[in-house]
């Protein structure tokens, strides 16, 4: 079975950009991966009607149906415009947007219920890493993030395991090593059921063989490296 090629374009890119780097990827199709693309929210309905050879999907969401909340998008509304995933609990949205792994919880339910599929994303910091707290960290983060689940709806979440100290490699940050990252998906697994499990942080096409090459990783959600056409295309060769 193919592994998941999760490209993330978070805020690098202005929405023509998405558009034109969409369009340059319509007709990808790769041996390995099936290739996801998640570009910002504005970018969402046009790529949709762009019928491409990838699938679509939105970088977060909002639990509520619809009400008085302004500037959020309602799962259904992903839904019905094409989307087939939604990321959640990003570690970008946990820093700069107070997201706690209850808003993630009501996230992952209502995307679930929408039919939708989560990437739930979690991860330690550099410093719970180094005092070796990663596993007491995930339980927590995952046991909270998916209570509201009955037991049978946990395996259609993906997990994407994305250490925070690993995620925007630039500047010298480097991908966690590979068999730290077997290890700590082999544990997810081994806890949190059958969902797949992604890795997350500073793939790129030198690294991303390594990562994909782990029988226990069943893909991978690229940032950075994502956002340009000869990287991506080296990735999912
Ligand atoms: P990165 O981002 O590949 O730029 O490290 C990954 C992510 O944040 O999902």
Redesign the pocket.
Known sequence: MKKLFVA?WKQYISYNEAIALAEDLIDIESEKFSVVIAPQHIALSSIASMDAMFSLCAQDCFWEKSGAFTGVVSVADLKAIGVSYVIIG?SERRKYFNETDEIAAKKVKASIDAGLTPILCVGESRDEFETGQTMKVLEKQLSVSLSLLNVRDIDDVIIAY?PIW????FGGVKANDACETEKTIKWIKDNFGEAKVLY????NHENISEIVNLDSCDGV?????SVNIDSFRKMIQ
């Not at 690993?166 to 490699?169: E, T, V, W, Y």
């Not at 959600?221 to 490296?225: A, E, K, R």
């Open positions: 993330n990003h994305e690993a995620i925007s490699g997350g942080g500073s793939v959600l690229v940032g950075f490296s």
